[in-house]
């Protein structure tokens, strides 16, 4: 019986390899990719038995790698595509639209995606402990699915991090781990824990699996838009792995025959305080040269991106800019979103719409033309950014005349 997942391959030099918990090629050192049958899948798939899956990422089960059914995240994705007019009329854009991944279940991010498909991969390779490194919302994510799917868990993040996300682990009772330094400190760490301990981690042994769950937002903006492309996409840029697969998404519905052509500029967005990405493309090199995260955005603060000469590329190929913003323009960027369409974003979610406001004030972004902007997280998640930034509720007596009084100073 012929099987979907042929196997993984290596992005570089091309190496075949089984469908096991393996991530970094042993020849060359490239990145592992999961390897389809999409001839078979061609076969099976339509947009037909996609409107009639159910109402979550996994009516798109044909092109995520696992080989039976979902046996974690059973209701993330499918979260709400909203046409942000507000927003829209305040930036000079008739069809700008918001990927509101605030709202996903669990936890409040687009890793539910990721680790919905990595935690039901991890269980059918046999693992029953899982882990990853992190800069929030994946520990977040991996505690809750891994005590919903029943593993026992590990999630190592830098020592400090934004306290709602450190409580966002901790009520789930993992194992957690705080590391005395950024993320790329943590992830080193993890990367020798991980040679030692048979685990799964989401984000290194089972990453070309993780990984690929990010597809679904780029699955899930194309449904919404009738089978198409929007004309742009406005991506947070971390470790490069969500831009790459929302890329890789819209390749594989052409490459189906799911949708006519892909016309999509993709952009990518960054923090001035963490731009190795952001930086390459102004300064047109081929290659990222890793800096020290220094910025109120620390859940894109990944300082040596795994995937950023990829995002690097496919940004490049696509007619797409990479920007970046300042630590004020983030906060002035979340205040714009929740002010406009009544959607509290965490601090990736105002880069998003800090480098969207930007493009669209260089005219890079058109009036007439869609885009799309992919916000990633909660605000609830990272208050301590703007709790200094909101202003102060008013203070009165119980009292009518107390109210009038203080309104006439308004």
């Not at 992190?134 to 934004?162: K, M, Q, W, Y």
């Not at 993320?183 to 824990?193: P, T």
């Amino acid at each position: 019986m012929m099987k979907k997942i042929k196997g993984l391959f290596c992005k570089e030099c091309k190496k075949e390899y089984p469908a096991e918990a393996l991530h970094v090629c042993e020849f060359c050192f490239g990145p592992l990719e999961v390897a389809y049958n999409y001839d078979l899948i061609k076969s099976e798939i339509s947009r037909e038995k996609i409107t009639q899956g159910p109402k979550s990422l996994w009516r798109y089960i044909d092109l995520l790698p696992i080989e039976g059914g979902p046996t974690a995240g059973l209701n993330a994705g499918y979260t709400p595509m909203i046409h942000a007019k507000n927003l829209g009329a305040a930036l000079g854009l008739d069809y700008l639209y918001l990927k509101n991944d605030t709202v996903n279940c669990l936890t409040l991010s687009f890793k539910d995606r990721v680790v919905a498909v990595a935690l039901t991969r991890a269980k059918e390779l046999g693992f029953d402990t899982v882990a990853c490194a992190s800069t929030g919302n994946l520990a977040n994510s991996v505690a809750a699915h891994a005590a919903e799917a029943g593993f026992r868990c590990f999630v190592f993040i830098p020592s400090d991090l934004e306290s709602g996300k450190i409580l966002g682990n901790l009520i789930y009772k993992p194992n957690v781990v705080g590391v005395q330094g950024t993320y790329d400190d943590v992830n080193r760490l993890c990367s020798e824990i991980a040679g030692e301990y048979p685990w799964a981690f989401v984000n290194i042994n089972i990453r070309p699996y993780y990984s690929e769950g990010s597809k679904t937002m780029a699955y899930e903006t194309m449904e919404y838009f009738n089978w198409s492309t929007p004309d742009h996409v406005v991506v947070p840029i971390a470790s490069g792995s969500l831009l790459t697969k929302i890329s890789k998404g819209f390749g594989e519905f052409e490459q189906l025959g799911l949708i006519s052509g892909c016309k999509t500029q993709i952009h990518g967005a960054q923090a001035e305080g963490c731009n190795p990405v952001a930086s390459a493309f102004k300064e047109k090199r081929d290659f990222i040269r890793p800096v020290k995260p220094k910025t109120v955005a620390k859940s894109l603060a990944i300082g040596n991106p795994a995937d950023g000469f990829y995002a690097l590329r496919i940004v490049r190929e696509s007619g797409g800019i990479i920007d970046e913003v300042t630590d004020d323009e983030i906060i002035d960027g979340m205040k714009l979103l929740a002010e406009t369409q009544g959607i509290f974003t965490e601090t990736a979610g105002g880069v998003t719409v800090a480098v969207l406001k930007k493009l669209a004030e260089r005219g890079i972004l058109k009036k007439g033309e869609s885009t799309v902007a992919y916000i990633t997280g909660n605000g609830l998640k990272t208050q301590e950014a703007v709790s200094q930034k909101v202003g102060k509720p008013w203070h009165i007596q119980p009292n009518l005349k107390s109210f009038q009084d203080t309104l006439k100073k308004v």
